[in-house]
């Protein structure tokens, strides 16, 4: 029973800073990809970190703004947000890579196999 759950999502204001949290059971999580995806009304899911070992990948869009770390010792992946901007309003879900032999983060949706309910980031302005 593979589980993932997100939280610490809430309201920010703009310039403020959020740290959203990922528990994760079930699999053996220190070899495993975990990312975050997000997705806002009326847009497709993003991707935008990602963290294999110990250095975290992100997309340009959270570049020096966000933070991905993880605990194997206590199987979580936390995810450090600061400078926020109103664009961050979304629903902010965790992730777990399919394949357990491939190191490389990537944010395609179809290769991450589980996934957690979501935690709600709003960011207001």
């Known amino acids: 029973q593979v589980q993932l759950v997100e939280s610490g999502g809430g309201l920010a204001q703009a310039g403020g800073s959020l740290r959203l949290s990922c528990a994760a059971s079930g699999f053996t999580f220190l070899y495993y990809t975990i990312a975050w995806f997000r997705q806002a009304p009326g847009k497709e899911r993003e991707g935008f970190s990602c963290i294999h070992s110990s250095d975290g990948t992100y997309a340009d869009s959270v570049k020096g703004r966000f933070t991905i770390s993880r605990d194997n010792t206590k199987n979580m992946v936390y995810l450090q947000m600061n400078s926020l901007k109103p664009e961050d309003t979304a629903r902010y879900y965790c992730?777990?890579?399919?394949?357990?032999?491939?190191?490389?983060?990537?944010?395609?949706?179809?290769?991450?196999?589980?996934w957690g309910q979501g935690t709600q980031v709003t960011v207001s302005s």
């Open positions: 992730a777990k890579f399919r394949y357990i032999a491939d190191s490389r983060c990537n944010f395609r949706t179809y290769e991450y196999d589980y």
